[in-house]
């Protein structure tokens, strides 16, 4: 079938398009008026909007927001004017917002943007915002009367570096967004998109959402096993955090024992709020706030260990979990993970390891889960959920976004891998969901071979990868860090960055050990009691690690304040004095690829457990890469400058000034 869409330029005039859809293959034409690669030409970012250029030209025109829910995902959902449900679909591999009719599961629109999408949310009066996570910037759109028309682009927004997830006020006068690179909460006036505040939050910041009474924002983090709180009621809101750590108890111990050891967490990006007064089952969920999660044991970091961290015999190294906030009291209600696998079972092939999406409707949790492709049920009423499944979906490849219609008949999967949408009847009897082909751009996309290496990336549950179910984006989530140190065969170990630190970084590994990537690669399987790809597949994933997307750090420029002490930082940085350069040399990916002897655990070298010598680290996003040392004993930049010693440059003489300053360029490396 053949259908016409349009592409826009700056001035929103539409270009004659055709674009060649098809139910079983991509988009196979060229977009006419178009750049070559087949994306749809868009003009240069503006900086931030000021005045009303955000707000509606046509009010009451097109499709208007479907349910309760105010906060973003990678699919949105809303009602048309002829009653029919419309999806936004945000396909974070091309510059793409995509439509598509629910009712008949087929596409009628693509909306060229100014980037790749992230997430995407309906506002109260039918605008759509999308978050454009490599451009640093949002991007607003107004409906037409037709669902089956483009949006119409009505301004961009500049925000700080990779913004994610979005969630609306009760009142909807403010949209807020997540910044995950620079950490940040930024608070925008709904109708101008201008900024009302911006808050500093701890690392990997993603899903936000708001009270029902509107008084606070509540925000996940990807690392760290916390969710932050910030108060909305004040002209000057506060930052307040919730502890989501949990201990392992065994499901034979009935009281506080021996028997249970804490747990810290990792893949904290989904978030989803219950909007209910309660159910048949007189459960009052109402204000509640669900978090996907992982539970994981590092090991202790001074013991030695045969791979990474410390299997549980029961639970495994990592294992899915759901913790349960009370809003008002700014609680866990889930404080223990009960461990009911069977001694014998050296992995859950299905668990729910790298939870991504989640949605909330009458007394049920709906998560989405990468690495075993499913979309899970689960008993919201439950201390934690992710011990309460109730039901499971196969769903095609990567799924990342959900979204339920108001009614809670069906839930609209996204799956970003095979770029396939999935509308399932939740009362059916339906296991097997199949996928809706969404078109592609001429020349957009992935390759099939880095396409499988972003697969097998984050494939859980399997053999050949781990013995426990570990995923490479276990440890590596979004191809960065999970933040914690590791006990190992040497001594305990950080996990380090790979987006954007792969290249011209050689030797591999804490120690240098790995001449290749592919060298280091085996030897992590090795580790991991994985059984190994075959040639191909580990080509292809070597292929997707070596290119993963590093942060995009174009933002507005720094204040001058700031940027001169960036530039003293600099100069320190490069000085003989600091004699920092030397070993990570800017010019050379800010490293020497040579070992430097600068000090392990003392209990590790006293039993010879641990080398001295370690090879020189890129410091390429080092900011944003905390804890320091291959210890992690150092847990910010300021606290590694002000311990170091000779082993490792000379700060030691800096006065305070200049230690913020050399902190402050290291932060924007």
């Given at each position: 079938?053949?259908?016409?869409l349009?592409?826009?330029?700056?001035?929103?005039l539409?270009?004659?398009?055709?674009?060649?859809?098809?139910?079983?293959?991509?988009?196979?034409?060229?977009?006419?008026?178009?750049?070559?690669?087949?994306?749809?030409?868009?003009?240069?970012?503006?900086?931030?909007?000021?005045?009303?250029?955000?707000?509606?030209?046509?009010?009451?025109?097109g499709?208007?927001?479907?349910?309760?829910?105010?906060?973003?995902?990678?699919?949105?959902?809303?009602?048309?004017?002829?009653?029919?449900?419309?999806?936004?679909?945000?396909?974070?591999?091309?510059?793409?917002?995509?439509?598509?009719?629910?009712?008949?599961?087929?596409?009628?629109?693509?909306t060229?943007?100014?980037g790749?999408p992230?997430?995407?949310?309906?506002?109260?009066?039918?605008?759509?915002?999308?978050?454009?996570?490599?451009?640093?910037?949002?991007?607003?759109?107004?409906?037409?009367?037709s669902?089956?028309t483009?949006?119409?682009?009505?301004?961009?927004v500049d925000?700080?570096?990779?913004?994610?997830?979005?969630?609306?006020?009760?009142?909807?006068?403010?949209?807020?967004?997540?910044?995950?690179?620079?950490?940040?909460?930024?608070?925008?006036?709904a109708?101008t998109?201008?900024?009302?505040?911006?808050?500093?939050?701890?690392r990997?910041?993603?899903?936000?959402?708001?009270s029902?009474?509107?008084?606070?924002a509540?925000?996940?983090?990807?690392?760290?096993?916390?969710?932050?709180v910030?108060?909305?009621?004040?002209?000057?809101?506060?930052?307040?955090h919730?502890?989501?750590?949990?201990?392992?108890?065994?499901e034979?111990?009935?009281?506080?024992?021996?028997?249970?050891?804490?747990?810290?967490?990792?893949?904290?990006?989904?978030?989803?709020l219950?909007?209910?007064?309660?159910?048949?089952?007189?459960a009052?969920?109402?204000?509640?706030?669900?978090?996907?999660?992982?539970?994981?044991?590092?090991?202790?970091?001074?013991?030695?260990?045969?791979?990474y961290?410390?299997?549980?015999?029961?639970?495994?190294?990592?294992?899915?979990?759901?913790?349960?906030?009370?809003?008002?009291?700014?609680?866990?209600?889930?404080?223990?993970?009960?461990?009911?696998?069977?001694?014998?079972?050296?992995?859950?092939?299905?668990e729910?390891?790298?939870?991504?999406?989640?949605?909330?409707?009458?007394?049920?949790l709906?998560?989405?889960?990468?690495?075993?492709d499913?979309l899970?049920?689960?008993?919201?009423?439950?201390?934690?959920?992710?011990?309460?499944?109730?039901?499971?979906?196969?769903?095609?490849?990567?799924?990342?976004?959900?979204?339920?219609?108001?009614?809670?008949?069906?839930?609209?999967?996204?799956?970003?891998?095979?770029?396939?949408?999935?509308?399932?009847?939740?009362?059916?009897?339906?296991t097997?969901?199949?996928?809706?082909?969404?078109?592609?751009?001429?020349?957009?996309?992935?390759?099939?071979?880095?396409?499988?290496?972003r697969?097998?990336?984050?494939?859980?549950?399997?053999?050949?990868?781990?013995?426990?179910?570990?995923?490479?984006?276990?440890?590596h989530?979004d191809?960065?860090?999970?933040?914690?140190?590791?006990?190992?065969?040497?001594?305990?170990?950080?996990?380090?960055?790979?987006?954007?630190?792969?290249?011209?970084?050689?030797?591999?590994?804490?120690?240098?050990?790995g001449?290749?990537?592919?060298?280091?690669?085996?030897r992590?399987?090795?580790?991991?009691?994985?059984?190994?790809?075959?040639?191909?597949?580990?080509?292809?994933?070597?292929?997707?690690?070596?290119?993963?997307?590093?942060?995009?750090?174009?933002?507005?420029?720094?204040?001058?304040?700031?940027?001169?002490?960036?530039e003293?930082?600099?100069?320190?940085f490069?000085s003989?004095?600091?004699?920092c350069?030397?070993?990570?040399?800017?010019?050379?990916?800010?490293?020497?690829?040579?070992?430097?002897?600068v000090?392990?655990?003392?209990?590790?070298?006293?039993?010879?457990?641990?080398?001295?010598?370690?090879?020189?680290?890129?410091?390429?996003?080092?900011?944003?890469?905390a804890?320091?040392?291959?210890?992690?004993?150092?847990?910010?930049?300021?606290?590694?400058?002000?311990a170091?010693?000779?082993?490792?440059g000379?700060?030691?003489q800096?006065?305070?000034?200049?230690?913020?300053?050399?902190?402050?360029?290291?932060?924007?490396?």
């Amino acid at each position: 079938m053949m259908t016409t869409l349009p592409c826009r330029t700056s001035r929103g005039l539409r270009l004659a398009a055709s674009l060649a859809l098809t139910a079983a293959a991509p988009l196979s034409a060229v977009l006419s008026g178009c750049s070559a690669s087949g994306h749809a030409t868009a003009p240069p970012l503006p900086g931030r909007v000021s005045g009303a250029t955000c707000a509606r030209l046509h009010p009451g025109v097109g499709a208007r927001r479907e349910g309760p829910q105010r906060q973003s995902s990678a699919v949105a959902l809303a009602l048309a004017g002829n009653g029919a449900t419309v999806a936004y679909i945000a396909d974070a591999d091309e510059p793409m917002l995509h439509t598509l009719d629910v009712d008949g599961k087929r596409e009628v629109a693509v909306t060229p943007l100014h980037g790749a999408p992230e997430q995407v949310i309906v506002l109260s009066d039918g605008r759509v915002a999308v978050t454009l996570r490599h451009e640093n910037a949002l991007q607003i759109l107004e409906p037409s009367a037709s669902a089956a028309t483009p949006l119409e682009p009505r301004c961009v927004v500049d925000l700080p570096a990779e913004p994610i997830a979005m969630a609306s006020t009760p009142d909807e006068s403010t949209l807020l967004v997540t910044s995950g690179w620079a950490h940040r909460l930024t608070a925008l006036d709904a109708a101008t998109g201008a900024a009302r505040f911006e808050k500093d939050l701890p690392r990997e910041p993603r899903s936000v959402v708001v009270s029902r009474d509107g008084t606070k924002a509540f925000v996940a983090h990807v690392v760290g096993a916390q969710m932050s709180v910030v108060d909305l009621s004040t002209t000057e809101p506060d930052v307040r955090h919730i502890d989501l750590r949990t201990r392992v108890r065994d499901e034979t111990f009935r009281a506080p024992s021996a028997k249970e050891a804490t747990r810290v967490g990792c893949q904290g990006f989904a978030l989803t709020l219950a909007v209910d007064e309660g159910d048949r089952r007189g459960a009052k969920l109402d204000g509640r706030v669900f978090a996907p999660m992982v539970a994981v044991d590092p090991g202790n970091p001074e013991q030695p260990a045969s791979g990474y961290g410390r299997p549980d015999p029961v639970l495994g190294t990592e294992t899915g979990e759901v913790s349960v906030v009370d809003a008002a009291a700014e609680r866990a209600l889930t404080r223990a993970v009960l461990a009911v696998r069977s001694s014998s079972q050296p992995a859950k092939v299905d668990e729910c390891l790298l939870p991504r999406a989640a949605a909330y409707h009458a007394g049920s949790l709906y998560v989405t889960c990468l690495g075993i492709d499913a979309l899970v049920r689960l008993d919201a009423r439950a201390l934690d959920p992710g011990r309460a499944e109730l039901r499971r979906w196969q769903v095609p490849s990567g799924p990342t976004g959900v979204a339920l219609d108001a009614a809670g008949a069906r839930a609209v999967v996204w799956s970003q891998f095979d770029r396939e949408v999935s509308v399932i009847p939740l009362d059916g009897d339906q296991t097997h969901a199949a996928g809706i082909p969404l078109s592609r751009g001429a020349g957009s996309g992935l390759t099939a071979e880095l396409a499988l290496g972003r697969r097998l990336f984050h494939l859980a549950g399997d053999a050949r990868i781990s013995r426990d179910g570990r995923a490479c984006a276990s440890c590596h989530p979004d191809g960065r860090e999970d933040a914690l140190t590791w006990a190992t065969p040497e001594g305990p170990r950080q996990t380090p960055m790979l987006a954007g630190r792969i290249e011209g970084t050689a030797p591999y590994g804490w120690l240098g050990a790995g001449a290749t990537v592919d060298d280091h690669v085996t030897r992590t399987f090795q580790r991991l009691e994985g059984t190994g790809l075959d040639r191909a597949e580990k080509t292809a994933l070597l292929a997707y690690v070596s290119t993963m997307a590093a942060p995009s750090t174009r933002a507005v420029p720094p204040p001058a304040a700031r940027q001169r002490l960036i530039e003293r930082g600099e100069a320190l940085f490069r000085s003989d004095a600091t004699e920092c350069s030397t070993c990570h040399d800017p010019a050379h990916a800010f490293s020497d690829g040579e070992r430097h002897a600068v000090g392990g655990s003392t209990r590790a070298k006293k039993a010879k457990r641990q080398p001295d010598s370690f090879d020189t680290p890129s410091l390429r996003f080092v900011g944003g890469t905390a804890p320091y040392f291959h210890d992690g004993r150092y847990a910010t930049l300021e606290e590694l400058l002000s311990a170091s010693d000779h082993a490792m440059g000379y700060t030691l003489q800096l006065s305070r000034d200049d230690r913020a300053a050399l902190a402050a360029y290291l932060e924007g490396q």
